[in-house]
């Protein structure tokens, strides 16, 4: 491990098996009664991997946002570390520091995410706001700068760099912070093939360190890569799967009722089948004469 | 085409004025920020202060001189000149006249004859240019033309981070440096968004529709691109407060003041000394 890996290990503080999240009966609506999540509950431990499947709306993006802190349920607790998420937990020295330090969250858009003028600034950002002394923040930049080999990028406006280049300032912005729990929004989406690849061995690299990671994704490959637990919402809102990655993607029948897969019809041999399918590289392509 | 154009073009200007990290290699780039604002604000002050047009000519010269010796670059010096008699003419004009500023005629511009009035006012029977208009135009043009170029001096050789950075360190609000921050990076963005709302609304159309269509449109896009703009800034703000933002914007203190940097400021603090007293010994 590079000296500048040091900076992942921070999360290997967490225990292994320490209760993290505890979502109990959580309903969120969204203004104008529009329903974002019903009745979820489950729970995540230190060190997992685990997925958040769904189609588009079903509300992948919105648990993410409750377990950042950032919503709060309407109806129903969570529990984060112990301690209840309320506007006051959250925005409360010393939780609310504690919290934010603990807890990474990658953006779907990189644009929002990215809001500093270098791409040092961007990395110092978080560190500083923990309060961390100067010489600590500059130690945690330069480790991170070097993890990520973006040393080049440093005096860059994010604004300026490449999509998958921004992916990887987003992400080295929240690994600054040493969160040892990181949230990820439909990470690996809208990126080239290498890039994609980059991120899932990086993704392993800091599960490995004992970083728990939740990801939201409706792509299939990606989670098979990167999580070995799921967590399926439906197009009602509601959590309908908490298992196995595995097994998730072995039982078409619940891919297909929550529109994850779709049913397809082509010709063989002059004969019409109809059978569910999958546009990623992980294809089942056993047909049901 | 024009408007797809204007917007483009906006575009470009602003992420090449904006996001370039680096401004210039001269030695005015290297003076610190904060030396540099308060040097430059000097100046600045000088030039509301000097009233004979001999010292601001001399002023001038000076900036200009900065401006060549700080590598700013010839040509965009002269896309900001451009813009100085352009609009400080339209505004100056009225008082080169008779109208405003009594004196000697220098050039008649209309007869309108005796007794005219305007309003509660009366219109002297010849319009002319006077002498004493023209030393206030030009009074007026060499203050705006000095403190534009000392304003382009300081944009164009320092960091615009850096430049925030220097502010803030010198007492202006943390929040309202990040908000001018935020919104120099985020134009970028915006104009990005509206010509993408161009284009997709230029993609589905065939025939140019009637003025009142066009009208429509263009309030449609309007409320469409500061929906989207909500929309961005809530996902920052999510953004910052997932890394504990708290209201309260810190920043590394980077750079400190050396030797050169005092040299500079009390070089130019000392010039507007020396052209306030002999404009007042003139």
Sequence with gaps: MRPAQQNVKVCMESRLNELIYEVNGADYWYPGNVAGLRGIAFSVRAGERVAVLGANASGKSTLLHLLDGLYLPSRGDVFAFGTKLTWESVETPPF??????????????????????????????????????????STRVEDTLQLFGIEHLRERSPQTLSGG????????????????????DEAGADLDPRTQQWLVEFLDLLHR?????????????????????????????????DGPVKDALADLDLL?????????????????????????????????? | MAVRRALAGLAEALAGELSSPARSESWLARIEPRAKVLGI?????????????????????????????GRTGLRRLAKVWLGVPLFSLAIILPAMTNLVTQGSPVAVICHIG??????????????????????????FLLRVFASVTLAFVLIATTDHSALLNGLRRLGMPRAFGMVLAMTQRYL???????????????????????????????????????????????????????????????????????????????????????????????
Excluded at chain 2, 125 to 135: E, F, H, M, P, R
Aim: aromatic residues 6%.
């Design chain 1, 256 to 289: 297909l009722s929550v529109n994850l897969i779709h049913a397809h019809s082509h010709a063989h041999d002059g004969e019409v089948h109809v059978h569910p399918h999958l546009h990623e590289a992980w294809h089942n392509h056993e047909h049901e004469r």
């Design chain 1, 165 to 184: 280049e921004k992916k990887k300032v987003a992400l080295a912005s929240v690994v600054a912070c040493s969160p040892s729990v990181i949230l990820l």
């Design chain 2, 188 to 282: 970028a963005l915006l104009l990005r968004t509206a010509e993408e709302i161009h284009l997709a609304k230029l993609s589905r159309t065939i025939t140019a529709g009637s003025l009142r269509n066009e009208q429509r449109w263009v309030a449609a896009g309007i409320g469409s691109l500061f929906r989207r703009t909500h929309r961005l800034m809530q996902e920052v703000h999510d953004a910052m407060l997932s890394r504990g933002y708290d209201g309260d914007v810190r920043a590394t203190c980077k750079s400190r003041l050396r030797i050169s940097d005092g040299l500079w400021l009390a070089c130019a603090i000392a010039v507007t000394a020396a052209l306030i007293l002999s404009d007042r010994l003139l």
């Design chain 1, 209 to 241: 360190s004992g970083i728990t990671l939740i990801s939201a994704s409706h792509d299939l490959s990606f989670v098979a890569e990167t999580a070995d637990r799921a967590l399926i919402l439906s197009e009602d809102h509601r959590l309908v799967y």
């Design chain 2, 41 to 69: 604000v000097a100046l600045i002050f000088g030039t509301s202060l000097l009233n004979d047009l001999l010292p601001l000519a001399a002023l001038s010269v000076a900036a200009v001189v900065l401006a060549l010796s």
């Design chain 1, 96 to 137: 609310s520091r504690q919290f934010r330090q603990r807890v990474g969250f990658l953006f779907q858009n990189s644009d929002a995410q990215l809001f500093c003028a270098s791409v040092e600034d961007e990395l110092a950002f978080g560190p500083l706001q923990l309060r961390l002394p100067l010489e600590e923040v």
């Design chain 2, 114 to 139: 005796p007794g005219a009035k305007l309003g509660p006012w009366s219109i002297p029977d010849t319009i002319a240019i006077t002498s004493s208009g023209l030393v206030v135009a030009g009074r």
